[in-house]
């Protein structure tokens, strides 16, 4: 099921944000940094690919349900319009939705585990999946790969869980040896107030490294 932001939703996520934005210092502006596309990035897409990964043929996935938004800026600041944004990730169980895992836990039929969606006119997107978890080996996160308009660029990258144990021994996320371009991927994930009961949220913003050619 495509999930189109109402106002209301809208709002409610601005609202979730400023809350989120309380909880630590504002970050300075940097470019998000790129991190490996992973093994399991799909081979074959699967039919449904929105950006509701939460839901497939009326099951509703293990886990807890998270609302992840942001914009995509580019170098300047500016957001990019009509980007295109995959993510996927792996189940409440810790395995990805993907026949090349062959880890010993169980498949989650109603986790769609991958999704995509195209940025707003003011460079927004929205997913609706679960928290991530971790696995062997791993922190908790979730991958993302931006596609600028036209094919013009883009970056790959992970989103980290902020207080996550875990984030201190990934040898991937420490491999960023900047503190701040390291702490741009970790994001509080927060009671999501009057988006969904039960639900969080959490606001991840892209930056690209270099200025992005706009639609139109």
Known sequence: MLIRPSRRMLLAGAGAALVMGASRPALAAVATPAQTLGPFYPREFPLDRDNDLAVVAGQR????????????????????????????????????HDPRDRRDAPLDPGFQGYGETVTSAAGEYRFRTIKPVPYPGRAAHIHFKITAPGGDGGLVTQLYVEGEPGNARDSLLNSIRDAEARNSLIVPFAPAAGIEAGALAARFPIRLGFNAARPG
């Open 61 to 96: 996935a293990k886990g807890t349900i998270a609302h992840v938004f942001g914009a995509v800026t580019d170098n300047g600041g500016r957001p990019v319009p009509g980007a295109r944004v995959e993510i996927w990730q792996v189940n409440a169980f810790g395995r990805y």
